[in-house]
């Protein structure tokens, strides 16, 4: 009998990827996964994505897996744009309509809350509270903003919430890692080329010089956890770099930055899943982000150049 190339303990992280998503993923990241690694459509993706999508224009259903519930959150429309990005469909009506979404559930600065007060009554990961009058946060704004630009999205909303940016990436002093990842999501997608690579230039220097990213994974002793964050939380090169141009990518060495491939690679499961570092606090939710890092940890390593299968 022919030997299953997705049941092979010797096969390719890729095929071992691919079953582990036929087995545990929602359509939306079978469709995804399909589309990029398996030559699939991207109509597709977009009719998956779709389900999530609410009558404001926003997106819920837990599309983000951390909050549960159907009501629009903006971390659930960052998700979407990124999602929409990554097909090229990051354009058109479909932008238009969340564009009014953001400005209908932004703060009184035009920026967005990390969770909506709309939030309260469903369940939600205790990392991310849900109180009645919430700020503006870079960890939901920043991502937004940085994809729209990217993708030349030129609306009212954006004006704003560009300074909102702006002026939180530039203050930052002692950030936490969720909060470099957004600066390097808006800075990475900001039309200020000049003024994006010296403000990352300074984030970067706070990365080393605040121990922000695991630079030896062979070292543990020298790793530093950021307070609130779970003990498997450590964030390396690679997820502040997700693509070689990114501006984070050059705050690592060659040698740190393969390092950090290594151990994103190694850390594939027996499963052929990857793991979700942060804290498990519900059972579905653990089962409908791990093929999410799944397909991101693949598209990582083929983007930095590594071999997937």
Not at 48 to 54: E, F, G, K
Not at 268 to 290: K, N, T
Request: proline share 9%; hydrophobic share 40%.
């Amino acid at each position: 009998m022919a030997e299953n190339p997705l049941s092979s303990p010797s096969s390719t992280p890729l095929a071992r990827a691919e079953r582990f998503i036929w087995l545990t993923a929602r359509v939306l990241e079978q469709r995804r996964f399909a589309y990029h690694f398996l030559r699939g459509g991207p109509d597709q993706v977009e009719t998956a994505l779709m389900a999530y999508l609410n009558e404001d224009g926003g997106y819920g259903h837990a599309l983000e897996p951390d909050l549960r519930g159907p009501v629009s959150q903006p971390l659930h429309t960052a998700h979407g744009l990124r999602v929409l990005d990554s097909i090229g469909r990051c354009g058109g009506l479909r932008v238009e309509r969340i564009c009014r979404y953001l400005t209908e559930v932004s703060t009184h600065d035009g920026a967005l809350p990390a969770i909506h007060p709309s939030q309260h009554g469903y369940p939600s990961a205790p990392f991310l509270p849900v109180v009645g009058s919430p700020p503006s946060a870079l960890l939901s704004t920043g991502p937004v903003v940085g994809v729209l630009h990217r993708n030349q999205v030129w609306h009212a909303w954006l004006f704003r919430a560009t300074e909102f940016c702006w002026a939180a990436v530039e203050s930052l002093d002692k950030p936490r890692p969720y909060e470099i990842e957004a600066a390097v999501a808006f800075l990475d997608g900001a039309p200020d080329r000049p003024r994006a690579e010296a403000a990352a230039d300074r984030l970067g220097r706070l990365v080393r010089e605040q121990r922000l990213a695991v630079l030896d994974p062979g070292r543990p002793a020298d790793d530093r956890i950021a307070d609130g964050y779970a003990p498997g939380e450590l964030p390396y090169p690679h997820d502040y770099a997700r693509v070689p141009d990114s501006l984070a990518a050059r705050w690592f060495t060659d040698v740190e930055m393969a390092r950090s491939l290594d151990r994103l690679g190694a850390d594939q499961q027996e499963d052929g899943g990857w793991p979700v570092r942060r804290d498990a606090w519900a059972p579905g939710s653990v089962l409908e982000a791990r093929p999410i890092a799944t397909v991101e940890a693949l598209r990582t390593l083929r983007a930095h150049g590594r071999a997937i299968g």
